[in-house]
């Protein structure tokens, strides 16, 4: 497997995550990407709902973290 498709494999791993996340705290996905700054990987999920989102749902951010380190290590 070429590097293009283990990072294709892994944004959409990423953005599975991204999507039962969103779904659970009544969000929409709306994007998610990665960039890398200073050699690390960020990745960023942008969410809407109705009415907007006036402070990111802290257990949002937490089970993200949770998820992807536990996707990463397995």
């Known amino acids: 497997m070429d590097l293009s498709q283990?990072?294709?494999?892994?944004?959409?791993?990423?953005?599975?995550?991204?999507?039962?996340?969103?779904?659970g705290e009544g969000f929409e996905l709306v994007h998610?990407?990665?960039v890398t700054?200073?050699?690390?990987?960020?990745?960023?999920?942008?969410?809407?709902k109705p009415g907007g989102i006036t402070l990111v749902s802290a257990r949002l951010s937490a089970a993200a973290s949770w998820e992807i380190?536990?996707?990463?290590?397995s």
């Not at 494999?9 to 990423?14: A, F, K, R, Y």
């Open 6 to 23: 283990k990072n294709k494999q892994h944004m959409s791993l990423i953005t599975q995550v991204a999507e039962d996340l969103c779904q």
């Open 32 to 34: 998610v990407e990665t």
């Open 69 to 73: 380190c536990w996707m990463s290590t």
């Open 37 to 48: 700054w200073n050699r690390q990987t960020i990745i960023r999920i942008y969410a809407d």
